[in-house]
């Protein structure tokens, strides 16, 4: 089961009575006014876990949040960063060192794919009220040497963007 990746149940979203700032929910998380959910099917096993505060309690960088994603043809993750207008640049750069340099994101990446040996696919989405080109995204894309699936733009006069989109 998914959650036995979790070194700390409480930084799972629940459905009711969540111990985590950040969880809205089950399927969704906020910061700052930042908002995105994962919607769940019959078929899927869907995980919300809160990184930043929880998981990992440190003043190293990390980013907010990881959803973890399994059905019985993919098994994906999805390392969010929820940012305010100004702070893009910087998104990119915590998305790289989570991926890279934080302990605790690689071993649940490793126990997550361990539990049937199948390839995680990992997706990295950065959540924003800000405006990012094409060609900055390139920029920093290169710069930090990863790839991000989606750079979704969210307010509080928009629908919250849903991680099924990118499945």
């Given at each position: 089961m998914?959650?036995?990746?979790?070194?700390?149940?409480?930084?799972?979203?629940?459905?009711?009575?969540?111990?985590?700032?950040?969880?809205?929910?089950?399927?969704?998380?906020?910061?700052?006014?930042?908002?995105?959910?994962?919607?769940?099917?019959?078929?899927?096993?869907?995980?919300?876990?809160i990184?930043?505060?929880?998981?990992?309690t440190?003043?190293?960088?990390?980013?907010?949040?990881?959803?973890l994603?399994?059905?019985?043809?993919?098994?994906?993750?999805?390392?969010?960063?929820?940012?305010?207008?100004g702070?893009?640049?910087?998104?990119?750069?915590q998305?790289?060192?989570?991926?890279?340099?934080?302990?605790?994101?690689?071993?649940?990446?490793?126990?997550?794919?361990?539990?049937?040996?199948?390839?995680?696919?990992?997706?990295?989405?950065?959540?924003?009220?800000?405006?990012?080109?094409?060609?900055?995204?390139?920029?920093?894309?290169?710069?930090?040497?990863?790839?991000?699936?989606?750079?979704?733009?969210?307010?509080?006069?928009?629908?919250?963007?849903?991680?099924?989109?990118?499945?």
């Open positions: 998914m959650n036995s990746c979790i070194s700390n149940q409480d930084c799972i979203c629940r459905r009711y009575q969540n111990r985590t700032k950040g969880c809205i929910n089950e399927f969704s998380i906020e910061d700052s006014g930042k908002k995105i959910q994962l919607t769940k099917r019959a078929e899927d096993d869907v995980l919300a876990i990184l930043d505060g929880c998981l990992m440190d003043n190293n960088t990390k980013c907010d949040a990881l959803f994603f399994q059905n019985l043809n993919k098994k994906i993750s999805f390392l969010i960063e929820l940012k305010g207008f702070d893009i640049e910087k998104a990119f750069m998305l790289e060192y989570t991926k890279n340099h934080r302990l605790e994101y690689k071993q649940i990446i490793d126990c997550f794919k361990s539990l049937d040996n199948k390839k995680v696919k990992e997706h990295f989405i950065i959540v924003t009220n800000g405006i990012l080109d094409k060609i900055q995204k390139e920029k920093y894309e290169e710069q930090y040497r990863i790839r991000v699936k989606a750079v979704l733009n969210n307010d509080a006069t928009k629908k919250i963007p849903n991680l099924r989109d990118y499945i």
